[in-house]
């Protein structure tokens, strides 16, 4: 069992929404990152099962992907003074919220509309409790994303930058923009922070990050070398996702929404040009079934 410092709570989450880390004192709470908007009310029932009556004062996003911001909005409207800080790469696009550049439509996801009130500085350190938190840069995974490291217990929260057994789909490089050498420099400068424990985006918190990180330079280097197993990985992870918030559904219908994904559509044309985008969406989905990431039964694929 982990033990965590006081005013430290780490909230696991299924892999829709990102995991959260709350944390609090007698006169603030914080909390990084909100999960995805169908899971808003969730969130909210953990934050408020740790706070009672106490207010949340702010939010921190290591990142604007629609797993660890959707809540902000239902937050926000709980809690109408709470301030929204989120890393200065994609803040302007959040000022006119671009939907495109934010990457919500090339995702096929969605995230109800939210405005900040402060920037996540590279650099800046900030206080909850006894606990100082150092803001790093963790391009790669998303050329925006932080992770945030605490020196005195040598906590790190990792977002995506860092799973027990990998990391998450590097987004550039489905767009065509060389990131792999980002991630290898975030995986360095992990190595170099020396964390104790890390509080990963998804699954776990874990001790073993030699391991961790072991697995991950592991992975990165078959991407590099076979780049079509970096973008089998992400399609079926798009997938995955969308069948996570779906439930169950129509296969012609999932299959429809696959097919207007632009990024689904992007790697389709690098990496499966030679079939129909309909028949590699399909090929995808039974691959997932194999896996037992799901189930096709007659007209219906349904989430396993």
């Keep these: 069992m982990i033990t965590l410092p ?3 709570v780490f909230f696991e989450r299924g892999w829709l929404s990102s ?30 099962s740790v706070l009672g009556d106490q207010p949340l004062t702010r939010i921190i996003n290591t990142h604007l992907h629609s797993d660890h911001c959707g809540g902000n909005a239902l937050l926000r409207e709980v809690f109408p003074s709470i301030d929204i800080h989120i890393p200065p790469g994609h803040a302007a696009l959040v000022d006119v919220w671009d939907e495109s550049g934010l990457t919500y439509e090339a995702t096929g996801q969605s995230c109800p509309r939210f405005e900040k009130t402060g920037i996540l500085n590279i650099g800046a ?37 860092l799973w027990e057994n990998g990391f998450g789909v590097v987004f550039p490089e489905i767009e065509g923009i060389n990131a792999f ?30 391991g961790a990180l072991s697995r991950a330079n592991s992975r990165l280097t078959q991407f590099r070398s076979s780049p079509n197993k970096h973008a089998h990985y992400a399609a ?15 296969l012609t219908q999932f299959l429809n929404w696959a097919q207007s994904t632009p990024y689904l ?6 990496y499966a040009h030679d079939q129909s985008l309909e028949s590699w969406c399909l090929d995808l989905c039974r691959s997932l079934e194999i896996a037992g990431a799901c189930a096709l039964v007659a007209d219906e694929i349904i989430n396993m």
């Design 181 to 210: 050498d980002e991630v290898e420099s975030t995986l360095r400068m992990i190595e170099a922070l020396e964390p104790k424990l890390v509080l990963p985006g998804h699954g776990a918190a874990f001790r073993d990050v030699s």
């Design 265 to 270: 559509q992007l790697l389709h044309v690098k």
């Design 19 to 48: 995991n959260n880390v709350l944390l609090s004192d007698a006169s603030q709470s914080v909390l990084i990152d909100t999960g995805y908007h169908t899971h808003a009310l969730q969130t909210l029932a953990l934050v408020k």
């Design 236 to 250: 079926k992870v798009l997938l995955k996702f969308k069948l996570l918030e779906l439930q169950k559904h129509k």
């Design 125 to 161: 350190v900030f206080e909850v409790g006894e606990l100082a938190w150092h803001v790093h840069a963790a391009a790669g995974h998303d050329p925006h994303s932080v992770i945030l490291f605490n020196e005195s217990h040598r906590i790190l929260i990792s977002a995506d930058a």
């Design 6 to 8: 006081p005013g430290l």
